[in-house]
């Protein structure tokens, strides 16, 4: 990987500066003998002794000149690394990468051969950082590096920009087969589980990348189409990466637009809950209902969750909202038919949050709901950021009779053997699988699969996104005891009206 340099004086400069600061001093100080004593001291001729002190002197005057010199180098390199190289991996940083970024730029253009920038972002590294500790933040970082260093081919420029964040500058003729083909093998490699020194950890990573000289020549420019590209693969997904657009734009005003929203909307009580029933598909009977957040702008109406939910928690707002969510639900379920639970949907930053079984506990005993009617539904890849931690939440939850649901199941990981080490009541089959059934024979094979594993671990099986009769007549042959979907309810409102009218005016 390319190294930088740091340009210092020349040594002819030097040479002449250390050679002049000695000469003069001997002439000096031959002036200076001469002038204040007499033709002899203590017996030697005034030749030798003023020869003795002008050589101490000239050697003195070099060896400061000399010691000048090695300062000055010295804080140049210093100020060089510190502002040249990331501490932590040795990597060019932000101000450096630009610099290269300018370099490869000005080569395209004289060359014409394309030259792509990959930006790779670790998402929630911030959140993560704090959960761990940074002591295990920087051991995950140095590994991160490692990875990335083994994956890439040699002559790539490497640069970290941020705390999760790093850039590739890679020309083309370094990519080995398709530019796809690399990222999807490096994404691979990266979302590895890390071994640090407390646990195991998972991350996920999303990747934006820009093409020179296509997509610009400014270095500024390029990095923010970079991030772009990056912030547009995070909103679709885990691991996922997109090469830059011009409408990509647009895209990030709105988030941008968001960001600036949310702690308004929050304050002003834009929320609101609507509920989505959940069904046993053999009797046909409403046994829980799953609340899922709406957020009612005055100007602009309903915003849908997948439009926020991802800024609040990159912004640290899903806090306060995730609280509200679980307390409003947990208030809420008094209106709901006694025999129905409530399921609230937990978000892998609240999830990893230091106290968040204290904050459910407190929150299930200010609001007075049964524990056993509330149900948590929780991603697999919150339980995979530190399976240890995770398990032992899922334990202490279990233990105040709270139940879990995996949620999005299947299509996080492959590895099911972490389901063992896990407390949990529920596998939520993915809409993904549920809505390619009919026409795909392998998803139906897929929701087979789950139930057959939901048995052998005896815990149940939900499956979300049903819109057709035919996909619950599939469901129920696979065995699949819960649903949920439009084909039996959308997210609506509490309709206080449908309540027994006993109940509601208990409340009061
Ligand atoms: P999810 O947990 O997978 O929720 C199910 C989503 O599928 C909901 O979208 C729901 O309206 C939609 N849906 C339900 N039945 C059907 C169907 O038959 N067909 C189709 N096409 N869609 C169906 P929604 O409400 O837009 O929520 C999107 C995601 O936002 C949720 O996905 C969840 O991950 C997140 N979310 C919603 N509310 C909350 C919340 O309070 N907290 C957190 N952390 N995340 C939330
Ligand atoms: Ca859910
Ligand atoms: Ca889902």
Redesign the pocket.
């Given at each position: 990987m390319a190294a930088a340099t740091n340009p210092g004086r020349s040594k002819l400069f030097r040479l002449t500066t250390i050679a002049t600061s000695g000469l003069g001093s001997f002439v000096l100080a031959i002036w200076g003998v001469r002038l204040n004593l007499g033709n002899q001291v203590a017996g030697m001729p005034i030749e030798v002794i003023g020869a003795i002190i002008a050589a101490l002197c000239a050697l003195a005057a070099s060896l400061a000149a000399m010691a000048f010199f090695a300062g000055i180098d010295e804080s140049a390199d210093y100020v060089f690394n510190e502002t040249h190289f990331d501490k932590l991996t040795g990597l060019f940083a932000r101000t450096a990468m630009v610099g290269k970024i300018a370099e490869a730029a000005s080569a395209t253009a004289r060359s014409g051969k394309p030259v792509f920038l990959i930006d790779i972002d670790i998402d929630r590294f911030k959140q993560i950082n704090d959960a761990i500790g940074y002591c295990n933040g920087d051991a995950l970082i140095r590994a991160f590096t490692e990875r990335l260093r083994t994956a890439l081919p040699d002559d790539v420029v490497l640069g970290r920009l941020g705390a999760g964040e790093f850039a590739i500058l890679c020309p083309d003729r370094q990519v080995d087969g398709s530019l796809e083909a690399m990222i999807d093998r490096v994404v691979a490699e990266l979302m590895q589980p890390y071994q640090l020194p407390s646990h195991l950890q998972s991350v996920s990573v999303s990747v934006g990348v820009v093409a020179m000289p296509k997509d610009g020549y400014d270095p500024v420019m390029l990095l923010r189409r970079s991030n772009l590209a990056l912030q547009n693969a995070r909103a679709s997904g885990i691991g996922n990466w997109a090469v830059f657009d011009p409408d990509m734009g647009r895209v990030a005003d709105h988030r941008r637009w968001v960001e600036s929203e949310l702690h308004v909307a929050f304050e002003r009580g834009d929320f609101d809950l609507h509920y989505?029933p959940q069904l046993d598909l053999q009797s046909g009977r409403t046994v829980g209902y799953?609340?899922?957040?709406r957020w009612q702008h005055p100007e602009r109406g309903m915003i849908?969750?997948?439009e926020f939910?991802s800024v609040a928690e990159e912004t640290g707002m899903?806090g306060p909202i995730?609280e509200w969510?679980l307390r409003k639900a947990c208030l809420d379920a008094r209106l709901l038919p006694e025999d129905c639970f409530v399921a609230?949907?937990?978000?892998p930053v609240?999830f990893m949050t230091r106290d968040f079984v204290g904050n459910v506990a407190r929150i299930v005993a200010e609001t007075g709901i049964a524990p056993k009617r509330l149900e948590l539904?929780v991603t697999e890849s919150a339980m995979m950021q530190d399976r240890e931690r995770a398990a032992e939440i899922l334990r202490q939850l279990t233990g105040m009779g709270i139940s879990v649901a995996v949620?999005?199941f299947g299509t996080g990981y492959s590895n099911l053997a972490y389901l063992i080490d896990f407390d949990f009541h529920k596998l939520k089959i993915d809409?993904a699988f549920v809505s390619r059934m009919e026409t795909d024979t392998s998803s139906g094979a897929v929701v087979s699969t789950i139930v057959g594993l939901s048995r052998a671990l005896g815990v149940r099986t939900i499956a979300?996104?049903?819109?057709t009769e035919n996909q619950a007549t599939l469901l129920r042959a696979a065995g699949c005891q819960v649903v949920?979907?439009?084909?039996f309810g959308r997210?609506a409102p509490l309709a206080i009206d449908e309540m027994p009218t006993a109940r509601v005016a208990s409340l009061h």
């Amino acid at each position: 990987m390319a190294a930088a340099t740091n340009p210092g004086r020349s040594k002819l400069f030097r040479l002449t500066t250390i050679a002049t600061s000695g000469l003069g001093s001997f002439v000096l100080a031959i002036w200076g003998v001469r002038l204040n004593l007499g033709n002899q001291v203590a017996g030697m001729p005034i030749e030798v002794i003023g020869a003795i002190i002008a050589a101490l002197c000239a050697l003195a005057a070099s060896l400061a000149a000399m010691a000048f010199f090695a300062g000055i180098d010295e804080s140049a390199d210093y100020v060089f690394n510190e502002t040249h190289f990331d501490k932590l991996t040795g990597l060019f940083a932000r101000t450096a990468m630009v610099g290269k970024i300018a370099e490869a730029a000005s080569a395209t253009a004289r060359s014409g051969k394309p030259v792509f920038l990959i930006d790779i972002d670790i998402d929630r590294f911030k959140q993560i950082n704090d959960a761990i500790g940074y002591c295990n933040g920087d051991a995950l970082i140095r590994a991160f590096t490692e990875r990335l260093r083994t994956a890439l081919p040699d002559d790539v420029v490497l640069g970290r920009l941020g705390a999760g964040e790093f850039a590739i500058l890679c020309p083309d003729r370094q990519v080995d087969g398709s530019l796809e083909a690399m990222i999807d093998r490096v994404v691979a490699e990266l979302m590895q589980p890390y071994q640090l020194p407390s646990h195991l950890q998972s991350v996920s990573v999303s990747v934006g990348v820009v093409a020179m000289p296509k997509d610009g020549y400014d270095p500024v420019m390029l990095l923010r189409r970079s991030n772009l590209a990056l912030q547009n693969a995070r909103a679709s997904g885990i691991g996922n990466w997109a090469v830059f657009d011009p409408d990509m734009g647009r895209v990030a005003d709105h988030r941008r637009w968001v960001e600036s929203e949310l702690h308004v909307a929050f304050e002003r009580g834009d929320f609101d809950l609507h509920y989505q029933p959940q069904l046993d598909l053999q009797s046909g009977r409403t046994v829980g209902y799953e609340a899922l957040i709406r957020w009612q702008h005055p100007e602009r109406g309903m915003i849908g969750p997948s439009e926020f939910i991802s800024v609040a928690e990159e912004t640290g707002m899903i806090g306060p909202i995730g609280e509200w969510v679980l307390r409003k639900a947990c208030l809420d379920a008094r209106l709901l038919p006694e025999d129905c639970f409530v399921a609230v949907n937990i978000s892998p930053v609240q999830f990893m949050t230091r106290d968040f079984v204290g904050n459910v506990a407190r929150i299930v005993a200010e609001t007075g709901i049964a524990p056993k009617r509330l149900e948590l539904e929780v991603t697999e890849s919150a339980m995979m950021q530190d399976r240890e931690r995770a398990a032992e939440i899922l334990r202490q939850l279990t233990g105040m009779g709270i139940s879990v649901a995996v949620d999005d199941f299947g299509t996080g990981y492959s590895n099911l053997a972490y389901l063992i080490d896990f407390d949990f009541h529920k596998l939520k089959i993915d809409r993904a699988f549920v809505s390619r059934m009919e026409t795909d024979t392998s998803s139906g094979a897929v929701v087979s699969t789950i139930v057959g594993l939901s048995r052998a671990l005896g815990v149940r099986t939900i499956a979300e996104g049903v819109e057709t009769e035919n996909q619950a007549t599939l469901l129920r042959a696979a065995g699949c005891q819960v649903v949920q979907g439009f084909l039996f309810g959308r997210p609506a409102p509490l309709a206080i009206d449908e309540m027994p009218t006993a109940r509601v005016a208990s409340l009061h």
